[in-house]
């Protein structure tokens, strides 16, 4: 699974903070960023109100099984007899939870490293040599070894998709640093007395924002394919809760009985992987505008 690292481009300096704001405004009023997060918006919500359109539990069985679509069950029933609509809204909760939380974790903690090594050469030489590291496993083989260690699970998933993102953002955040420090407005600051940690918390990081939430949105889509990968080969989430990739593993062997038990779940990979980089091909064009 490739992973890329959005590069910070040379620009004029910007009032403080004016960067972020300016590629969200430009970005989101894009029509690409607004059809993609129309898709993304629906499904969410769509996997968070679950109960309300379904009424089958996603783990109750049944005598039921291998139903086509149709009838009382919109995509049919799996080999156990369970409504397969409802295991794919609750699978959608999965990546839900996978993106909101995973996601700004590793951003987080990635920035805050970056932040670390533009103020300390030492911590810079150190870091960089781990993000080079850390960069050179693909997300399933750092899936496989986070598995490894805590075992299979949402846990497991969450760790790697967190773990995927830090080296990501910790090489952006360091760029971003490096390139602002050097501005005249940064030298303004500095011969006004303001302190190294003031200088890139208030004014250098708000300037090297953009970059940042453009990889954002690369990496909601990185993490929808992460959950997806680590499930579909059974060291993510574990059956009988409902995933996209563990349906999509359950659903090979039974093609020919249910065509829908495959269709389901991979509509909606697609639709949350295709919305996702709708808004960052949108929020990219917002950078590039500047």
Known sequence: ?????????????????????????????????????????????????????????????????????????????????????????????????????????????????????????????????????????????????????????????????????????GRIARDAVMTERDRDYAVAATIAGVGPGRLLLRHILPNGLDALIVQAALSLSLAVFVEGAMSFVGIGVRPPAPSLGSLLRSSASFLNANPAYAIGPMIAVTLLVVGFNLVADGLGKGLLRR
């Open 1 to 169: 699974m490739t992973q890329g690292v959005m590069e910070t481009p040379e620009r004029a300096p910007v009032k403080k903070g004016a960067a972020g704001r300016g590629v969200m405004r430009r970005g989101l009023a894009t029509p690409s960023a607004r059809i993609g997060l129309a898709i993304v918006g629906l499904l969410y919500l769509a996997g968070l109100a679950a109960p309300l359109l379904t009424g089958y539990d996603p783990e109750a069985q049944s005598a039921h099984a291998l139903l086509k679509a149709g009838g009382g069950h919109l995509l049919g029933t799996d080999e156990f007899g369970r409504d397969i609509f409802s295991r794919v809204l609750y699978g959608i909760r999965t990546d839900v939870l996978v993106t909101l939380v995973a996601v700004p974790i590793g951003a987080v903690t990635g920035t805050a490293l970056g932040v670390l090594c533009g103020a300390h050469r030492v911590v810079d030489l150190v870091l960089q040599r781990f993000f080079d590291v850390a960069l050179a496993f693909t997300a399933l083989i750092l899936g496989v070894t986070v598995a490894a260690i805590a075992g299979p699970g949402t846990t497991a998933v969450l760790i790697t998709v967190a773990g995927v993102n830090v080296p990501l953002f």
